[in-house]
């Protein structure tokens, strides 16, 4: 899928794309993994689920890598195609074992940011997502200063190279 992805905006049938993994009540076809994804989710702290959640994220972030590098590899305009693009990767959950929905974890890669960063901010009270939405809107041309539920046109520590 991620070459269909990379072939659909290279040559500009799209810019913009949504990719959603599925198959969470499957088994996935991973070397060393036999449960299905949702049961590892809710680990319960059980060390045999983690070290299987964990050969299934590093599955996933091999092929998130595999995606970025090929996005970076393709020339557009005098930069490669992940310095046009926006790619974010996330999960709805916080910490899926508690069905928890606070202080998501997310990686925005390219699109012309500074990366190399981490950013944190407070658990309390954190940044809404929505915030993050609006700055990628602003990159895309949308003149807007909010969306949904955001609270400020950004997220603090955001920069563009």
Do not use: C
Not at 137 to 144: L, N, S
């Amino acid at each position: 899928m991620n070459d269909m992805i990379v072939l659909a905006l290279q040559n500009d049938s799209t810019r913009s794309v949504s990719f959603r993994l599925t198959g969470m009540n499957a088994v996935p076809t991973i070397k060393g993994v036999g449960t299905d994804w949702h049961n590892l989710s809710h680990h319960g702290k059980d060390p045999a689920k983690i070290n299987e959640l964990k050969i299934v994220e590093e599955a996933e972030f091999s092929a998130f890598n595999d995606f970025l590098t090929k996005l970076k590899g393709i020339e557009e305009n005098g930069k490669n195609l992940l310095d046009h693009t926006s790619v974010l990767f996330g999960s709805n959950l916080g910490n899926a074992s508690s069905h928890n929905w606070r202080n998501l974890p997310v990686i925005l890669a390219g699109g012309g940011y500074q990366h190399g960063n981490y950013l944190a901010f407070d658990e309390d009270n954190n940044t809404p997502l929505s915030n993050l939405f609006v700055s990628l809107a602003q990159r895309m041309g949308v003149e807007t200063d909010q969306f949904g539920s955001s609270t400020s046109a950004g997220v603090p520590g955001l920069k563009t190279g």
